[in-house]
């Protein structure tokens, strides 16, 4: 006899947060799904050269989730996608995630198995599912395709259920206190309906794997991270020392009572596992990567030239930024555009954004990019494009890892760096990253740099567009201090929270011992864990390996 499996996800859900929570006797659902199954770690990585290195790209790690293949054998590494005949910049934001062509989803098990799959996160419809696939009704703006199979399955939910409150509506920024207000019960509101939903489509049928995400702690982790957690630098500012109820822990609190009610549903012989992909804590990466390496990049490039946040080694940085005063972070950094005219400079915080969109030292305004709907023209790294071609290497848009491009000869429309020259550049360039130092600590910033190609010549289709790879150390800093280039910052601080390498695995059942511990796992574990207890077959292609093997099911 089948066992089904009742699958959980958390996006963003954070083990660290969740085990805090649990000690402080919050999250009594989930405290009990831990204690009566196993748990494991869930850390991540993807093979550059052959070499395994840690990963922390949320497309990519669902992609590798839904295949249990890795991103160096589907080639879906991120969402960017980099043109380099002309550099250009285009990506799939509403053509969400893998194709699946050449490898498919796990749960596409055709007419031996029933399976409902509710709110995969940057996923497309797969024809080989016998079941319900409902896709996009809710999800982390900007990447969710709205769809279903049957096609009638959506309407007939928005119908019943209503429209999610968060979807594509989650764009404020953590100064914007009217945004902030409205995000929680909005947060509150999509938790409630999810959970509804997903109470409903488990009863329709009896599935062989049901399996739904909760979205919302990715949004909450990104948004009001700062104010729930002592560790953000904005945290005193904004919880008013701790005085105030914490926005994050309710939103967890709620999800916590949403898989409780979904548990109640779920029949007695089933498998249950919970999970999370990946973790949210402070934002160390965004600034970074979108910010202070294209301009360390522009600076390499173009020696005794400064564009954005040019500062004054010699002295201690200033404060960070508590009161921002543009109504969006793009408009925060492009105000530190360098402007050598004093009465200019001095005005230009308080410049009508109307009168801003002018291109400045040689960089796109973003003012003029958003009005033009260019992808990614809100990211300080896309300003720098109309230079590009001019540049030995330069930095693609990106939220997590940095992401270095070198202008080569043959490959690129205007590359003007020979293959020869290819090692000796990725070297400097190297050491010039190893170099940099947090501003307001001293602390390293850079934890690795790491070669996604062996040769300057290999033109592997799979490989990632960057030929470098940029890992921050998860500190978070405003400000970057160079002996190279100089100092940039300090920058208004962006979104609150950003992916964390930290993940985790519940599992309980008939045959799982309770209290005892997996190992830890990757994402492309997860596939081959659930169609063993589906007791269904594991493609011999899958890079992924049972997180149960040791541990005795019964099917």
């Not at 959970?195 to 909450?220: K, M, N, V």
């Amino acid at each position: 006899m089948k066992n089904p499996v009742i699958a959980i996800g958390m996006d963003a859900g954070d083990p660290v947060l969740i085990d805090k929570w649990i000690s402080q006797g919050h999250l009594k659902n989930i405290s009990k799904l831990r204690q009566q199954g196993a748990y494991g770690l869930i850390k991540n990585t993807a093979k550059y050269c052959g070499n395994p290195t840690e990963y922390i790209v949320t497309e990519g790690l669902w992609a590798q989730f839904s295949t249990g293949c890795g991103a160096d054998k589907t080639g879906y590494w991120d969402i960017v996608k980099y043109k380099p005949e002309n550099y250009e910049i285009d990506c799939d934001l509403f053509l969400s995630g893998y194709d699946y062509k050449e490898y498919p989803p796990f749960y596409a098990l055709g007419d031996n198995y029933k399976v409902a799959v509710f709110d995969l996160p940057v996923s497309r419809i797969s024809e080989q599912v016998n079941g319900f696939q409902m896709l996009g009704w809710g999800g982390h703006f900007p990447y969710a395709t709205s769809g279903s199979n049957p096609p009638e399955l959506f309407p007939e939910i928005i119908r019943q259920y209503g429209e999610n409150p968060i979807l594509f509506n989650d764009t404020g920024v953590w100064w914007d206190l009217d945004y902030v207000k409205w995000l929680q019960p909005a947060l509150k509101e999509s938790i409630s309906k999810r959970t509804a939903i997903s109470c409903d489509l488990l009863q329709r049928e009896p599935w062989d794997l049901y399996l739904t995400i909760f979205g919302e702690p990715h949004t909450a982790g990104h948004d009001i991270y700062n104010y729930s957690q002592s560790d953000h630098p904005l945290y005193p500012y904004l919880s008013k020392n701790g005085t105030v109820p914490d926005p994050l822990l309710e939103t967890y609190q709620n999800i916590d009572a949403g898989i409780g009610k979904i548990l109640a549903e779920a029949p007695e012989n089933a498998y249950i596992l919970c999970f999370s992909l990946h973790g949210m804590g402070t934002n160390y990466s965004d600034i970074p990567s979108a910010a202070f390496l294209p301009e360390i990049l522009y600076r390499f490039n173009f020696p005794g030239k400064t564009a954005i946040g040019s500062g004054n080694l010699q002295v201690s940085p200033p404060p960070i930024t508590t009161n921002p005063i543009r109504n969006s972070w793009p408009g925060e950094v492009w105000i530190k555009n360098y402007e050598p005219n004093p009465i200019k400079r001095l005005l230009k915080p308080l410049t009508p954004s109307k009168f801003l969109h002018s291109d400045q030292n040689g960089l796109a305004s973003p003012y003029r990019l958003m009005e033009e709907s260019v992808p990614f023209g809100w990211m300080p790294a896309r300003w720098y494009q109309p230079l590009w071609s001019q540049m030995r290497a330069f930095a693609l848009p990106s939220f997590a890892h940095g992401h270095i491009r070198i202008n080569l000869q043959g490959r690129e429309g205007n590359g003007i760096v020979s293959p020869s020259e290819y090692e000796a550049l990725c070297d400097e360039l190297t050491q010039v990253l190893y170099r940099l130092k947090d501003g307001r600590t001293g602390e390293p910033l850079v934890k690795q740099v790491v070669r996604t190609r062996k040769s300057a010549t290999e033109n592997n289709p799979k490989l990632p567009d960057s030929d470098l790879l940029v890992l921050w150390h998860e500190r978070m800093t405003d400000v970057v201090d160079s002996p190279d280039v100089g100092r940039i910052g300090p920058l208004t601080y962006f979104r609150a929270g950003s992916h964390w390498n930290r993940g985790f695995l519940m599992a309980k059942g008939p045959g799982i011992t309770p209290g005892s511990n997996l190992p830890d796992g990757e994402s492309v574990d997860l596939a081959p864990t659930i169609l063993e207890l589906m007791g269904a077959p594991i493609p011999d292609y899958f890079d992924g390996k049972s997180l149960l093997k040791n541990t005795p099911v019964n099917n």
